[in-house]
């Protein structure tokens, strides 16, 4: 199964910082449900159900994994059409069966608990937990990556409660907005939204970044023209405009909003396809540039991955002009590790060790997600069976203690590159 939000975020976000997009007439109904109007939905999600599922402890395979760190213990957990989307700092997985359902595994205990069922044509496209709070999005049209359908919801794990705090607003045809589909950031019992308040005769998006009290269900605008929002430790991270470079090159600029005020990140502007951040002041980006092929017609879309740490960026890798692996993509950081794709493989680079490290070195392999926050390392991938067998599929998801990590260089072996 494919990273769906993933593939999504591009599109979305060069759409709405170009201001590319349809006249419409924004309805009041556009401002996400308040606390007011809050709805509970589907009364059966407050008494979600606990069971032992597929990923039970029955099917964990404890082992080691050769790599660039030496021997490390890794977790490999049967995970054959799921869809991997967060996990917590404490092990809790969070991830979406075979039939649509949003499951929390615990890899303490291999309890699982089942959030939510989608009917219908609808599929969840993203989710992220914390000991307190599940929120997801959910696209509602049968093709996820055209339309811009959706609604997010946020459940309340200590009264096992949802409430919808989120749903695209329509324009005066009955259509969703264009480039209204915002991806949620979720800290303590906080998330963060963007979403398109109107679109002029130019076509020009206003976009409105909000906090939402998940407690409370009160938001307050914290800024306009910033979209997709991420938290950091002591400010919020989104895109701007880049209002200095050529119009038509959708260059953008990463900032940091700390109170009123706005830093970039980054020297100068550049398209951005994607970009994470570790939760306290340090991101990575993937930058596309294009360059003419072997023909003077044939032109190239280059993805390079830049990192920011301290306020120094760093060019972490280029990406060869033949465009034999589709780049990297799918940034994700913590404060040990950063991890993207490359081609169909996931890849981490140790920021402690200054190392890359290729998580399935030596073997074709095929990701279909991967994350990392300050406790754990996840990836999904091919098994040596389905290796063997010629299955374009994965079958397995291998976590790693980030804890069980080395933390002098001495303890690992000789770096490899990617």
Sequence with gaps: MVNKAGCFFAACLLLVLSGCGRKVETPSSQAPISSAASEEVLSSRSNPQSSQGPLSTESEVKGTIQSEWGNIPVINLNFYD????????????????????????????????????????????????????????????????????????AYNRKSNKTNRIFKTAMDQNGNPISGNQPTPSLKDDRVLLDHVTQVDADKNYTIETYEYDLKTGHKKTIAQQFAVPKFGETGVFGLCKDESSNPELNYSVINK??????????????????????????????????????????????????????????????????????????????????????????????????????????????????????????????????????????????????????????HAVSAGTS
């Design 82 to 153: 799921e869809l991997c989307l967060s996990i917590s700092e404490t092990g809790d997985l969070l991830y979406v069966d075979p039939n649509e359902t949003l499951v929390v595994h615990n890899l303490n205990t291999g309890k699982e608990t089942h959030i939510a069922s989608t009917k219908g044509p609808t599929n969840i496209t993203y989710g992220c937990i914390n000991d307190n709070w599940v929120v997801w999005k959910q696209n509602l049209g049968e093709d996820s990556m055209a339309d811009p359908n959706c609604e997010i919801y």
């Design 257 to 410: 909003l700390k109170g009123s005020q706005k830093k970039p990140c980054m020297k100068q502007g550049v398209r951005i396809y994607d970009y994470a951040t570790d939760g306290c002041d340090s991101v990575m980006y993937v930058s596309q540039s294009f360059q003419t092929g072997a023909s003077p017609k044939e032109t190239l879309l280059l993805m390079d991955l830049h990192l920011v740490e301290n306020g120094v960026e760093t060019l972490v890798r280029k990406e060869k002009p033949d465009y034999s692996n589709m780049g990297y993509s799918w940034p994700c950081l913590s404060k040990r590790i950063a991890l993207w794709r490359y081609g169909q493989k996931a890849i981490a680079f140790d920021r402690l060790l200054r190392r890359t490290v290729d998580l399935s070195p030596g073997e074709i392999d095929f990701t279909s997600g991967f994350f990392t926050n300050n406790h754990y390392l996840c990836w999904s991938h091919m098994s040596r069976e389905s290796i063997q067998a010629d299955k374009d599929e994965t079958d397995l998801l291998s976590i790693i203690r980030i804890d069980d990590l080395p933390t002098k260089a001495e």
